[in-house]
């Protein structure tokens, strides 16, 4: 390839809507969708994740794409020495560090460094795509990611109502098991503070919008945000709301990436009148510090 591919770098926490997000952009003219790509090697090659389907419906380890994806990565030899250092460098708890040795990589960071430009671009060439959609949601890896000089990177960090996540994770969802009140919002709040100390490092490659926002005005939300950093003059959804999804190949994610055909976005508050009292209280107590910063208030009405 000629130029350097692009990564567009989803965080935010989980329910915020990034699969749906992830899978419009992917429709822009030369992009591809790939999910939560930090799972590939546990889902596609040691099996020992949620599931291991792409999103086009095929097991990882035999779709076209991540099958010569894989092979260009050494995987599954490299495997082990990869995933160790995804667990040692890129979870959440590691964004400051990451961010820390951006500018001038240390060893460790080089490394994790090397992993991540390796496997993007291998997605690149396998794909012919010059725009790589990463919903992968880890604030360190986005970090890390920005210090790149063989991607240029994008970062859209989503933030949704955290009592609207606690509600969605209230029952299981498919191959994804239900979370607690408690635990779905003190993750909402660690995404979104290693979020937001990726933005206060890298500001002009960062943007950060609200799911409800986008739900309300998707063309003009995320167009906006394409528009800006010059990847797009037309957002791939319609003035109504209206969006054709292709067929994609996340690794994993929302269950709802497996849908494609037309799709209707609209603001969703339905969570409001079927949230109990306690789901709402404890998810509010525990994001209560964080909720103005977003435009969120501590009480919320019932819909």
């Given at each position: 390839?000629?130029t350097?591919?692009?990564?567009v770098?989803?965080?935010?926490?989980c329910?915020?809507?990034?699969t749906l997000i992830g899978?419009?952009?992917?429709?822009?003219?030369?992009?591809v969708?790939?999910?939560?790509?930090?799972?590939?090697?546990?889902?596609?090659?040691?099996t020992?994740?949620?599931?291991?389907?792409?999103?086009?419906?095929t097991r990882?380890?035999e779709?076209?794409?991540?099958s010569?994806?894989?092979?260009?990565?050494?995987?599954?030899d490299?495997?082990p020495?990869?995933?160790?250092r995804?667990?040692?460098l890129?979870?959440?708890r590691?964004?400051?560090a990451?961010?820390?040795?951006?500018?001038g990589?240390r060893?460790?960071t080089?490394?994790?460094?090397a992993?991540?430009?390796?496997?993007h671009t291998?997605?690149?060439?396998?794909?012919?795509?010059?725009?790589?959609?990463?919903s992968?949601?880890?604030p360190?890896?986005?970090?890390?990611l920005?210090g790149?000089?063989?991607?240029?990177?994008?970062?859209?960090?989503?933030v949704?109502?955290?009592?609207?996540?606690a509600?969605?994770?209230?029952?299981?969802?498919?191959?994804i098991?239900?979370m607690?009140a408690w635990r779905?919002?003190?993750?909402?709040?660690?995404f979104?503070?290693?979020s937001?100390l990726?933005?206060?490092?890298?500001?002009?490659?960062y943007?950060?919008?609200?799911?409800?926002?986008f739900?309300?005005?998707p063309?003009?939300?995320?167009g906006?945000v394409?528009?800006?950093w010059?990847?797009a003059?037309?957002?791939p959804?319609?003035a109504?709301?209206?969006?054709?999804?292709?067929v994609?190949?996340?690794?994993?994610?929302?269950?709802?990436?497996?849908?494609?055909?037309a799709?209707?976005?609209r603001?969703?508050d339905?969570?409001?009148?079927?949230?109990?009292p306690a789901?709402?209280?404890?998810?509010?107590?525990?994001a209560?510090?964080?909720l103005?910063?977003?435009?969120?208030?501590?009480?919320?009405?019932?819909?």
């Amino acid at each position: 390839m000629t130029t350097r591919p692009v990564v567009v770098y989803l965080t935010g926490w989980c329910r915020s809507g990034t699969t749906l997000i992830g899978n419009l952009i992917g429709e822009l003219p030369g992009a591809v969708h790939v999910g939560e790509v930090h799972y590939l090697y546990r889902h596609g090659v040691l099996t020992d994740g949620t599931n291991d389907s792409c999103g086009c419906g095929t097991r990882i380890a035999e779709c076209p794409l991540w099958s010569g994806v894989l092979a260009r990565l050494g995987a599954p030899d490299s495997v082990p020495e990869l995933t160790g250092r995804q667990r040692r460098l890129l979870r959440t708890r590691h964004t400051a560090a990451r961010l820390s040795g951006a500018a001038g990589p240390r060893r460790a960071t080089a490394a994790a460094l090397a992993d991540l430009e390796r496997l993007h671009t291998a997605i690149a060439a396998e794909s012919g795509a010059s725009i790589i959609v990463d919903s992968g949601k880890y604030p360190a890896e986005a970090a890390t990611l920005c210090g790149s000089t063989a991607v240029r990177t994008h970062v859209l960090h989503v933030v949704r109502d955290p009592r609207a996540i606690a509600e969605s994770w209230r029952r299981p969802k498919d191959y994804i098991p239900a979370m607690s009140a408690w635990r779905s919002t003190a993750y909402w709040v660690a995404f979104n503070r290693a979020s937001h100390l990726v933005g206060q490092a890298f500001p002009d490659r960062y943007r950060c919008i609200r799911y409800e926002d986008f739900a309300a005005e998707p063309r003009e939300t995320l167009g906006a945000v394409l528009a800006d950093w010059g990847l797009a003059d037309e957002p791939p959804v319609t003035a109504d709301g209206t969006a054709e999804l292709s067929v994609n190949h996340t690794v994993t994610g929302n269950p709802d990436r497996f849908r494609h055909g037309a799709v209707t976005i609209r603001p969703d508050d339905r969570w409001r009148a079927r949230t109990p009292p306690a789901t709402r209280l404890v998810s509010g107590l525990v994001a209560a510090p964080w909720l103005g910063r977003y435009g969120y208030r501590r009480t919320v009405e019932k819909g």
